[in-house]
């Protein structure tokens, strides 16, 4: 059995190259039959795989690396890839596989790329690029081997993300430029006494000086011209001339700390850069006292100065690595314990205390781990562990523990340490709080569940068509559309061609196959496909856009099957309905016109009869009789209304006019004009807005306006009548409005005032037949309109209706 490893940290390119070979001798081992099973350790734990062929260990090789992994062709195509190289560039395996690997390198590194898949030493080269991501350029190492697969040569390519690298490089040159500022140790103060210099002398890393402030003038030992790399001749003497040695960036700070003592009369001392008259820049530590003017002697510094460059080069390099791992440290959020093998704690990290809520005290020598494992997860968690005891001496688990926060998922990556006997003394373990993974696996196997389920519920089915090696995969629902066993289909695009109804095979096929020829980016179709299990005729729509390759080549296609048998049946039998409806309402029509075209004749010959009796025998008869001959006249009176109503109403859809442009000012002005008595009467004031051209049928519309400021009329209350007539443009249609102050209209009763023959007033308060609003309605609804009305009783109301704007190129 072969084991392979899944490296936690970012790796040099030696030791990737390392990697390469002890995959290549795996594989090799692999197809000899040494091999007959797999072991994987990665971030999912071992897993054991028995190997049939050797593609597939292959495959599950690069897969479970945690490097990006890839295969190539001598053209530098990508073959395979694992998921961690498409995680690098931020892309779908789909849109990597089939492209070629020069597509992902940035412009600038195009040549190198092509030189480490074109100049290959011994088989192999290595390097950096940068590759273009779907979010950012990402900088990666490069490491490539010709390998056989299948008697095939390709290239073997292991990707290493160096973003992390890159950023601990520049963050470090950042700590190293900063450090020399920054971080100072103070060495032991040197005790003064008249010995100084020539102890400094025989070292030969001391020298000592005197600075005679009122003079300026400055003394150095042999000692410090050494440090300074100067003659005798070559220093100026003067506390300036020393100054201009100091480095720039140190000079002033050196300045003030002299300043400073010269006012306070104290000891100081800094820490200093000089520049040597060879270029070279070496510190110094300085130490130096002002004392007072003595009699007959003026008052003067003296100090020594310490070469410290190599300890400042020691501290640098010691602090650079505090540093790093200082930050290693600091930015570790895993838990990480030791325990020995009794399973006593020996060590716990700040993480491991926080996420348990305990402190280190109280850790430390607890004789066991197992009262915070869950109890359900203990008997895998013992059994994964006896993995310690035996190469490679590493377990993988995950399992639930009771942590501060409550239950958590915890996944814990153990090894066995071992002395230089290789004897085991303790057990090391790394904890990753996996518990928002588990719950995103559950949440997307649930939603999986869902889509399913809604695929199912809306009998949506999805599909995908790989035109590289034609393998066709459908979702369920596919399945149960088409009536299809998994095992019934052979998933090509042949086999989806069978399925479907033989009458429109030719159809789809032209469909498909045209949308590649003609280089569109997908089609869409219906048709019959034949359920194998019934034979049942089921009707699909289908839509399908296709993907291509960095050189325009289609490649695969992705798709979407609906079944609409239910709604196009619906849809037919809405064909039949509205059909016979329309039928039905031009007969009615036709039946409605007929027969108030046709009682016309008769009535007048009764009203005549009627009117002849009312004038000869008004008062010569009984009282009785004179009632009803009145109430005779007063109903033929009304049919004949009622009647003439009747006309007009069947004539709104039978007799109409051809629509024209018409001003609707004009129609206003003409209906303002038939009401002119009624006006009159009643001392209505009509206002209006301007009103606009609208396209329609000038005597029906006329109408409109005329019914409905008649009924504002009719219907007025004690207040003087104020009527105005207004309308506004909306998206594509106008918007008129006629609102009155009369005795305004119940809402409950704001639907039925449109229905024909409907009245709410009794005939002895206001006249009418109750059909002028419905004959309204169906003149508004044969523009392509709508009506209705926005009242309260006693407040008035506000009668709505829109006329379609007409359309103009």
């Known amino acids: 059995m072969s084991t392979l490893s899944s490296p936690n940290n970012l790796l040099s390119r030696e030791e990737l190259l390392r990697r390469l070979e002890e995959t290549e001798e ?69 849109i990597v596989l ?70 601990v490089e520049l963050e470090l040159k950042h700590h190293k430029e900063n450090l020399e500022m920054l971080v100072q140790e103070r060495t032991k103060e040197l005790q003064e006494s008249h010995s100084q210099l020539s102890r400094a002398e025989q070292i030969g890393e001391i020298g000592s000086w005197e600075w005679r402030i009122p003079e300026n003038r400055v003394t150095w030992s042999d000692g410090l011209y050494r440090l300074f790399g100067l003659a005798p001749h070559e220093f100026g003497a003067t506390y300036d001339a020393y100054l201009e040695r100091v480095h720039a960036e140190d000079r002033e700070r050196v300045r003030q700390i002299v300043d400073n003592a010269l006012l306070t009369g104290g000891v100081f001392e800094c820490e200093s850069r000089i520049l040597r008259k060879d270029g070279q820049i070496r510190y110094l530590y300085t130490k130096g006292e002002t004392l007072p003017a003595e009699p007959g002697e003026s008052a003067r510094m003296i100090g020594i100065a310490t070469d410290i460059t190599e300890r400042k080069r020691t501290e640098m390099k010691l602090q650079e690595s505090e540093a790093r791992y200082r930050g290693l440290l600091e930015s570790q959020l895993d838990l990480i314990v030791r325990v020995d ?114 695929q199912e519920i809306a009998h949506l089915g999805s599909w995908e068509l790989n035109l590289v090696n034609n393998q066709l995969t459908w979702s369920d629902e596919v399945y149960r559309i088409f009536g299809l066993e998994p095992q019934e289909f052979g998933a090509t695009y042949q086999a989806f061609l069978e399925a479907v109804h033989p009458d429109d095979r030719a159809a789809v096929d032209a469909a498909y196959s045209g949308s590649l020829r003609e280089g569109r980016d997908g089609y869409e179709i219906e048709h019959r496909v034949v359920r194998r299990s019934s034979g049942e005729i089921r009707i699909v729509h289908e839509k399908c856009e296709h993907f291509r390759n960095e050189d325009g080549q289609v490649v695969h296609s992705t798709g979407m099957v609906h079944d609409i048998t239910e709604r196009k049946q619906s849809e037919a039998a809405m064909q039949r309905i509205t059909e016979d409806l329309l039928r039905s309402n031009a007969e009615l029509e036709q039946f409605a016109y007929v027969a108030s075209h046709d009682l016309q004749e008769p009535l007048r010959m009764i009203s005549s009869y009627i009117q002849l009796l009312a004038r000869r025998y008004q008062g010569k008869l009984d009282s009785d009789a004179d009632e009803f001959i009145t109430f005779a006249v007063e109903g033929a009176n009304r049919m004949q209304n009622l009647i003439n109503d009747l006309l007009a109403y069947s004539r709104v859809g039978m007799r109409g006019n051809p629509f024209a442009p018409v001003s609707a000012e004009y129609l206003l002005e003409e209906a303002l004009a038939n009401l002119q008595l009624a006006i009159e009467e009643s001392g209505a004031k009509i206002t209006h807005d301007p009103l606009p051209i609208v396209d329609g049928d000038a005597i029906q519309l006329g109408m ?49 005032i449109f229905v024909i023959f409907q009245r709410l007033h009794e005939r002895a308060s206001y006249s009418g037949t109750g059909i002028g609003l419905a004959i309204c309605k169906r003149i508004i609804q044969r523009h392509g309109g709508r009506i209705w009305v926005d009242s309260e009783a006693g407040k008035g109301a506000t009668f709505y209706f829109t006329i379609p704007m007409k359309e103009t190129l």
């Not at 059994?383 to 501060?404: D, G, S």
């Not at 006997?421 to 949440?443: C, L, N, P, W, Y």
């Not at 209350?717 to 106008?734: L, R």
């Open 26 to 94: 795996t594989l090799r081992a692999i197809r000899s039959g040494e091999v007959d099973a797999l072991v994987v350790s990665g971030a999912q734990g071992d897993q054991v795989f028995t190997l049939k062929d050797a593609t597939l260990p292959y495959q599950i090789l690069i897969e479970q690396m945690s490097e990006g992994a890839l295969t190539l062709n001598l053209q530098g195509m990508i073959l395979f890839c694992n998921e961690r190289f498409a995680e690098i560039l931020d892309f779908s395996m789909e």
């Open 98 to 167: 089939g492209r070629s690997f020069l597509h992902f390198v940035i412009p600038g590194d195009q040549a190198r790329a092509r030189e480490l898949l074109e100049q290959r030493p011994d088989g192999r080269s290595r390097g950096e690029l940068t590759l273009l991501g779907g979010q950012a350029e990402v900088p990666v190492g490069i490491s490539l081997k010709e390998i056989q697969l299948d008697g095939e040569l390709r290239f073997g390519v292991v990707i290493t993300d160096l973003t992390e690298r890159k950023q």
């Open 341 to 454: 093998l009794a399973g006593r704690f020996t060590f716990v990290n700040d993480a491991y205390c926080q996420k348990f809520g305990l402190k280190r005290e109280e850790i430390l020598g607890r004789e066991s781990y197992q009262p915070l494992v869950h109890p359900e997860d203990l008997p895998h968690t013992l059994e994964a562990m006896k993995a310690l005891y035996r190469p490679p001496y590493r377990a993988i688990m995950e399992q639930r523990a009771f942590t501060l926060e409550g239950v958590r998922w915890i996944e814990w990556q153990d090894s066995a340490i071992r002395d230089e006997s290789g004897t085991i003394v303790e057990i090391q373990a790394i904890g990753r709080d996996i518990t928002a993974r588990k719950q995103a696996e559950a949440a997307l196997r649930e939603s999986e569940q869902r889509l399913n389920r809604a």
């Open 704 to 752: 409109v306006f005329q019914n409905l400021i008649g009924n504002a009329i009719k219907f007025r209350g004690s207040k003087p009548v104020c009527i105005h007539v207004g309308v506004t443009q909306a998206e594509n249609e106008w918007l008129f409005s006629v609102q009155d102050n009369g005795i305004g209209i119940d809402p409950r009763f704001a639907k039925r």
